[in-house]
């Protein structure tokens, strides 16, 4: 008795959920497509990835140039000196004399000590300047300027 292979199949139970040659051969594509897929996002992630690394590089290179720019910079500072935070010694200046504000001429001449004298020193702002030459004054310059500053003081707290 000669069996035909087809008919011998269709007597087989465990064939008879077997996938038919259409769905075999689109299975086979669809393995296929996804193969050639995975590969062209790895090669595009690949690529991605080189650029963010020689972008990185470029960083690297930037911020190491500026790092030595700006030791470049520091030791420079460092020879000439900041005014006021030199490590030598400050130069000396003649100590003010007080002013009590009754002689005219003797009101420029410490106008002019003051302005001199406040090259050497250091000043957050000029309020705090205001009140290192205030401290000089005495008698009736210091009433007078005293006045002025409280009012001055009144009119930046009540705008």
Do not use: F, K
């Given at each position: 008795m000669s069996t035909d292979p087809v008919s011998a199949a269709a007597n087989m139970p465990e064939l008879a959920n077997a996938p038919s040659m259409e769905e075999r051969i689109a299975c086979m594509v669809f393995k296929a497509l996804q193969k050639e897929l995975v590969s062209q996002v790895q090669s595009q992630v690949q690529a991605?990835?080189?650029?963010?690394?020689?972008?990185?590089?470029?960083?690297?290179?930037?911020?190491?140039?500026?790092?030595?720019?700006?030791?470049?910079?520091?030791?420079?500072?460092?020879?000439?000196?900041?005014?006021?935070?030199?490590?030598?010694?400050r130069?000396?200046?003649?100590?003010?004399?007080k002013y009590d504000g009754i002689s005219k001429t003797l009101t420029d001449q410490f106008v002019r000590q003051v302005e001199a004298a406040a090259e050497f020193e250091v000043f957050w702002d000029d309020h705090q300047k205001i009140l290192w030459?205030?401290?000089?004054?005495?008698?009736?310059?210091?009433?007078?300027?005293?006045?002025?500053?409280?009012?001055?003081?009144?009119?930046?707290?009540?705008?």
């Open positions: 991605g990835l080189a650029d963010i690394q020689a972008g990185l590089a470029s960083l690297a290179t930037s911020v190491s140039d500026t790092q030595g720019g700006l030791e470049a910079l520091a030791g420079r500072v460092a020879d000439v000196g900041v005014a006021g935070c030199g490590t030598g010694p130069p000396s200046v003649s100590p003010l004399e030459a205030q401290s000089y004054l005495t008698g009736s310059a210091q009433a007078w300027s005293c006045v002025i500053t409280t009012g001055l003081d009144d009119a930046a707290a009540n705008p």
